[in-house]
């Protein structure tokens, strides 16, 4: 039995990592990432990794081409969060690369403007193989008892919410 449950969760994980090599990898992808406040808690995305880990980012993703940053930001978060924005500030930029992924990503400040919020989906990913678990607003210290491996790169670079809200700048992640 045990071996049955691990080989079908060997071949999800296989089928997983297959599409998200296939729609992420080996190009360079720009992403728009929005940092939405609900008083001093940040609206963070639980995605499941291939490895089943967890991984906890604000929502946000990909910039396709002919489409704004504004509109590619309103459509991720409303997939992600049902909520509607209004874009604020540009913040800070980002760079991943861990091959086959590489990614640049441009971080804003946002408001939440209308919706309500819920546990959205990634429509570019098939619907056995959703990586977003849960969506929440989350305060520093639950944030800071996540171990680093399951959680954005971004982190690191701050050591409470007020830190977070004043980077400025480019970051290597």
């Given at each position: 039995?045990?071996?049955?449950?691990?080989?079908?969760?060997?071949?999800?994980?296989?089928?997983?990592?297959?599409?998200?090599?296939?729609?992420?990898?080996?190009?360079?992808?720009?992403?728009?990432?929005?940092?939405?406040?609900?008083?001093?808690?940040?609206l963070l995305i639980n995605h499941r990794l291939p490895d089943r880990r967890n991984f906890w980012a604000p929502p946000?993703?990909?910039?396709?081409?002919?489409?704004?940053?504004?509109?590619?930001?309103?459509?991720?978060?409303?997939?992600?969060?049902?909520?509607?924005?209004?874009?604020?500030?540009?913040?800070f930029a980002a760079e991943f690369i861990q091959l086959p992924l590489h990614a640049v990503e441009l971080f804003?400040?946002?408001?939440a403007i209308g919706g309500i919020l819920k546990t959205g989906i990634d429509p570019e990913m098939a619907p056995e193989n959703q990586i977003i678990m849960k969506t929440e607003f989350m305060t520093w210290d639950r944030l800071k008892a996540i171990p680093d491996t399951e959680k954005?790169?971004?982190?690191?670079?701050?050591?409470?919410?007020?830190?977070?809200?004043?980077?400025a700048g480019f970051y290597r992640i």
């Open positions: 039995m045990t071996w049955t449950i691990n080989l079908e969760l060997s071949m999800q994980v296989t089928s997983m990592n297959s599409e998200i090599t296939s729609l992420y990898g080996n190009r360079l992808r720009i992403r728009v990432c929005g940092l939405c406040w609900g008083g001093d808690q940040l946000g993703g990909g910039l396709e081409f002919g489409q704004s940053m504004d509109q590619a930001l309103k459509q991720e978060f409303l997939e992600e969060t049902g909520l509607k924005v209004d874009i604020r500030d540009f913040r804003f400040e946002v408001s954005h790169g971004i982190f690191k670079n701050c050591q409470n919410m007020t830190d977070l809200k004043s980077m």
